[in-house]
Nanobody, 123 residues
Framework: QVRLVDSGGGLVQAGRSLRLACATS????????TGWLRQAPGKGREFVAA???????TYYADSVKGRFTISRDNAHLVYLQMNMLKPEDTATYYC?????????????????WGQGTQVTVSS
């Protein structure tokens, strides 16, 4: 089981940056991949980025490549650095973990979820 608490959202102008943080805990938290997903109003959840449990492999959605960076500070803290934010990045962002050794790139493969943190980008 993995428990996740995400934080760091806020209101920013387009072009600015934000850093989200995800604190993980639980018996399997140090050997699970961590992903960031988001849900905009009226839309389904979509994959944003994921990090292999060792921190050596990353995956990104095409829409955030070159702007967002996922990283691990230690076994229980994962960040999502978001640069050059756009209004279309506005969403509730969730960190999540799978119930396997995979590093999923689809929302349905994630089993454990944080409570979500709101990111609003104004134009």
């Amino acid at each position: 089981q993995v428990r996740l608490v995400d934080s760091g959202g806020g209101l920013v102008q387009a072009g600015r940056s934000l850093r989200l943080a995800c604190a993980t805990s639980g018996p399997h938290s140090s050997t699970s991949a961590t992903g960031w997903l988001r849900q905009a109003p009226g839309k389904g959840r979509e994959f944003v980025a994921a990090l292999y449990w060792s921190g050596t492999i990353t995956y990104y959605a095409d829409s955030v490549k070159g702007r967002f960076t996922i990283s691990r500070d230690n076994a229980h803290l994962v960040y999502l650095q978001m640069n050059m934010l756009k209004p279309e990045d506005t969403a509730t962002y969730y960190c999540a973990a799978p119930d396997s050794k995979d590093t999923p790139q689809t929302p349905r493969e994630y089993h454990y979820w944080g409570q979500g943190t709101q990111v609003t980008v104004s134009s």
